[in-house]
T-cell receptor, first 114, second 112 residues
């Protein structure tokens, strides 16, 4: 079945460092891909999305490109801030039972220090 | 501008007790879902609904019931709580299953 694999955390960086969080997926067909962010004590918020191969999603300085050839959707940011400390989830759509659903990765915790 | 509202925020139950987690959305979304979040496992889908009167099982449905009598509300019922159901529960809604989902702030549930 469809699945998402994320790099294990925690990822610990200094402020202004470059961030990469790896995400690879297994899927049939052409799923949409998402990154969600969860700040402490809150629910998940959509960070960015891409709906077809070679699309680049971007938001708040974060970017991710839908790479069908490598089945990847890695999250990047050029210069992280302390306020970016959160848990990041990669997700994809999965069609089964007649309906689309979201499949989430395990999440990657990011800690940014001043 | 409430979005998705979950109640309660925290709950402690004893094994064998029953309870209902409430979820309401004011965005007229057809698609609603319940997830549980456990350390190292991401979010796992419990049940979902594609409209009033229509529900289906997700990845981990055992021990939970749902119903969808209105577009706005999608309660999750624990029939006989077990310690394995200790988790953080999130409700989400969207226009469709392949569209970005809006999440509530979660209910932290402990079963003793």
């Amino acid at each position: 079945g469809n699945s998402v694999t994320q790099m294990e955390g925690p990822v610990t960086l200094s402020e202004e460092a470059f961030l990469t969080i790896n995400c690879t997926y297994t899927a049939t067909g052409y799923p949409s891909l998402f990154w969600y962010v969860q700040y402490p004590g809150e629910g998940l918020q959509l960070l960015l999305k891409a709906t077809k191969a070679d699309d680049k999603g971007s938001n708040k300085g974060f970017e991710a490109t839908y790479r069908k050839e490598t089945t990847s959707f890695h999250l990047e940011k050029g210069s992280v801030q302390v306020s970016d400390s959160a848990v990041y989830f990669c997700a994809l759509t999965s069609f089964s039972g007649g309906y689309n659903k979201l499949i989430f990765g395990a999440g990657t915790r990011l800690a940014v220090h001043p | 501008n409430a979005g998705v509202t979950q109640t309660p925020k925290f709950q402690v139950l004893k094994t064998g007790q029953s309870m209902t987690l409430q979820c309401a959305q004011d965005m007229n979304h057809e698609y609603m879902s319940w997830y549980r979040q456990d350390p190292g496992m991401g979010l796992r889908l419990i049940h979902y609904s594609v409209g009033a009167g229509i529900t289906d099982q997700g990845e981990v449905p055992n021990g939970y019931n749902v119903s969808r009598s209105t577009t706005e509300d999608f309660p999750l019922r624990l029939l006989s709580a077990a310690p394995s159901q200790t988790s953080v529960y999130f409700c989400a809604s969207s226009y469709a299953g392949d569209q970005p989902q809006h999440f509530g702030d979660g209910t932290r549930l402990s079963i003793l």
